[in-house]
């Protein structure tokens, strides 16, 4: 315990010094937000817009419209940062969606230990992505443009292989201080944040009912602080995974367009990592290996916050355009919820065959699995295609529950890896063979839209390939470690009779339902 | 006196009762309980796995009657506790002791 505490003072302290390292401001960082927006963030904003040199020219003989230039750039840029704040606000709300789902699936013994770990969740991992997270996911990304610059952020790391530059993670932004603090970073923070919590929450889900609440906050601050900012830098951030396109000619480099692997998939296999370490539940699977089912205390609580999930999934997809002047945006609100209905129908349709029943604990994964798929090709595909990769998530889920269970061994109390994990990699293939080539054009450095097999282009697959293997490769291995050598210094795992009896007076000291006689 | 416990389907309580007060039982008490009898539960799949459902829930009902009110108040349960499938329940007779009124004191048949 004394060396935790030591460990924890060390490292905190070690950050401030990095943090306040640029101590004085960059010249063009305004936290007021006075001079962001100008006549500057016209030119190239439409296809008709002025050029720079117009802007110049028209000084002398112009004097008006030069003034009305910077006052449009100024609303242009305003537009687009409304936009993106208020779509962070959604994904926010998201963490209430990802509490009642977990919560109503599972028992209500553990409630108020469930939805603890989805509420604390999220002061943890915002405050451990504001010490470092963020620096190191974003601080080399170059900013933001269409939200007003944020330039400051232009230290990446880079090692070279090959050749080329090999982006790795950034350092600029520690404590959001220094240079980094400015009006547009912040509203990035903002925005990069509430993705980075919906990451730290899914873990929860498979790991209910049995994790002790300490060793869940020590986890919150070590996937906020350094595995999501990591692999999201190398997408994200302007690191090696989205160069491979300018670098190595695969397609546009890897594409991620709201994050089915920087989310999902480092989700879904981080709960892998630690439903593997911590075990399953008491009762779960009987000596000969034959799983026993647990279900859910409150089915009306988890389809609400699953409702609440996929609202808030407008703002997760449509937000991630980073611009509420790229219409684009209704295509992509379109596509996301056309997969989350494919997801939801292909999901009950394969119980009802199967089973007899359409069971609505797996249709609801199958909404949110269609929710996951789409998240990375929602701005590259047409709905038939949405509608399709929803479908196939939703018979995914089907299976990916069944393996997880029966062939893994694993208890996933509330399919967080079917869910996440299996659907953020198809999201990633999908991505490479549905993108039909009606946008992206210029993005990760490389011209002309995004194309996926199916419409003529098989360089893409590779990249989104490459990335799925990365992050598996990448996310299990470091989480594992970390959940391995945490379960050395502190137990994962409650005792076994705390366990029986319920977690929520002992873990968190509070009774969920105290005037309810409820089966322990 | 006697004690009637009578275990039925949850959602006959309406009927038993009303039957039960129209035959002069002046009281009862319910709980909610669980159980089996050779109806043994029955089997559910929940995301693809048996739940094996051994405890069916039920309704109890305890009322104590005159010895004379008995066959009057058992007739009342069977009628309207039935439905001719297996899991209708069961009523279980047994004597009493002493009842005392709490309120006045009272005890033996007048109190009841």
Redo the contacts between chains.
């Keep these: 315990m004394r060396r935790m505490k030591t460990f924890v003072t060390a490292a905190i302290l070690a950050l401030l010094l990095i943090g306040i390292h640029p101590l004085r401001g960059d010249a063009a960082s305004d936290p007021s937000g006075v001079t962001i927006g100008s006549a500057s963030d016209v030119v190239g904003a439409t296809p008709g817009a002025p050029s720079a040199d117009d802007i110049k020219n028209m000084a002398a003989s112009e004097p008006l419209a030069v003034k009305l230039a910077d006052v449009v750039g100024h609303n242009r840029i305003a537009i687009n940062m409304v936009w993106v704040l208020f779509c962070g606000f959604l994904v926010m709300f998201m963490q209430a969606g990802f509490a009642l789902a977990e919560t109503g699936f599972t028992r209500a013994k553990n409630a108020g230990h469930t939805m603890a770990m989805n509420f604390m969740v999220y002061p943890v991992g915002m405050l451990g992505f504001w010490m470092c997270g963020f620096a190191i996911m974003m601080g080399g990304s170059g900013g933001a443009a269409s939200i007003g610059g944020g330039s400051a952020l232009a230290n990446e790391f880079t090692i070279n292989l090959f050749g080329k530059d090999f982006g790795l993670f950034g350092s600029t932004g520690f404590f959001l201080s220094g240079s980094a603090y400015d009006a547009v970073i912040f509203s990035m923070f903002l925005f990069q944040m509430v993705f980075m919590d919906t990451t730290a929450t899914i873990p929860t889900g498979a790991m209910a009912e049995r994790w002790t609440f300490k060793s869940f906050m020590i986890y919150g601050f070590f996937i906020s602080m350094f595995v999501y900012p990591i692999y999201g830098n190398w997408v994200w951030g302007g690191g090696w995974l989205s160069t491979l396109g300018k670098n190595f000619g695969f397609g546009h480099g890897v594409l991620d367009f709201a994050g089915s692997s920087v989310v999902h998939m480092t989700g879904g296999v981080a709960a892998v990592a630690g439903a593997m370490v911590l075990g399953p539940r008491l009762g779960k699977f009987n000596k000969d290996g034959s799983p026993n089912a647990m279900p859910g205390h409150h089915i009306p609580m988890a389809l609400t916050g699953c409702f609440i999930l996929a609202f808030g999934w407008f703002g997760f997809n449509a937000g991630s355009t980073l611009a509420g002047g790229d219409l684009r945006i209704g295509v992509v609100a379109v596509n996301t919820m056309l997969a989350s209905a494919g997801g939801a129908l292909s999901s009950a349709l394969f119980m009802w065959f199967r089973y007899g029943k359409p069971d609505i604990s797996m249709i609801a994964n199958g909404f949110l699995a269609g929710l996951v798929a789409i998240t990375a090709p929602c701005a590259f595909v047409n709905s038939v295609s949405a509608v399709g990769i929803g479908v196939i998530a939703g018979i995914l889920l089907c299976y990916a529950v069944f393996f997880v269970e029966r062939k893994m061994k694993l208890d996933d109390p509330v399919g967080a890896i079917s869910v996440h994990g299996i659907n953020g990699a198809w999201g990633m293939i999908a991505l490479g063979l549905f993108a039909d080539g009606t946008y992206g054009d210029g993005l990760n450095g490389v011209a002309g839209p995004v194309k996926g097999l199916f419409y003529g282009d098989g360089s893409q697959l590779a990249a989104q390939s490459i990335a799925v293997v990365t992050n598996i490769i990448f996310v299990f291995v470091v989480m594992y470690a970390f959940f391995k050598i945490l379960n050395k210094i502190t137990p994962l795992r409650v005792a076994a009779d705390l366990e029986e009896n319920g977690l929520d007076m002992a873990e968190v000291a509070v009774n969920a339902y105290p005037e309810f006689n409820i089966n322990r | 006196m006697k004690k009637i416990e009578a275990i039925i389907r949850t959602h006959k309580l309406e009927d038993v009762k009303n039957a039960l007060t129209v035959a002069g039982v002046q009281g009862m008490t319910i709980s909610h309980v669980e159980g089996f009898g050779r109806q043994k539960g029955h089997q559910e799949?929940?995301?693809?796995?048996?739940?094996k459902v051994s405890f069916v829930p039920k309704i109890k009902i305890v009322a104590v009657v005159q010895d004379a009110m008995l066959e009057k108040a058992l007739t009342a349960i069977v009628d309207n506790a039935q439905t001719g499938k297996v899991g209708d329940g069961k009523i279980f007779v047994s004597d009493v002791a002493e009842v005392v009124r709490i309120r006045t004191g009272e005890r033996g048949e007048v109190a009841i």
């Design positions: 799949i929940y995301r693809g796995t048996e739940v």
